[in-house]
């Protein structure tokens, strides 16, 4: 996991799973905020396990309600093309219309979304 700071804001990349339920996500939050105290982080897609992107799970709603009650601006960067759920779709499209949580394609677009928020 490589950790930099931009603008205040923690961008992460692994190549290894980070996310993998909601423990592990509360670990990161944890972690993050204890090393870089940012309140606004930026993770790559292949960290976050894919069973997170399919909605019927529940397990983004649960992952993602843990970054809002620790006040966490969180956005996920990567390739979203080879999803083909409207339900995903929309989730995303909501979500990168909200203040907290975003859904983008690359570093730059996740760092200039949590600028705004």
Not at 8 to 24: A, F, G, P, R, Y
Not at 37 to 50: H, R, S, T
């Amino acid at each position: 996991m490589k950790t930099k700071i931009i603008n205040n804001i923690s961008v992460v990349n692994s190549n290894e799973l980070i996310i993998k339920d909601v423990q592990t996500a509360i670990d990161f939050i944890m972690t993050i905020q204890y090393e870089t105290n940012c309140n606004k982080i930026a993770l790559n897609k292949n960290a976050v396990v894919e069973e997170f992107f399919v909605l019927s799970k529940g397990l983004a709603g649960e992952i993602l309600q843990k970054f809002i009650n620790y006040q966490i601006k969180f956005a996920i960067y990567g390739d979203y093309s080879k999803y083909t759920s409207k339900p995903l779709k929309d989730f995303i499209y909501e979500s990168n219309n909200g203040k907290d949580i975003f859904f983008v394609e690359n570093e730059d677009e996740a760092i200039k979304m949590l600028n705004k928020s």
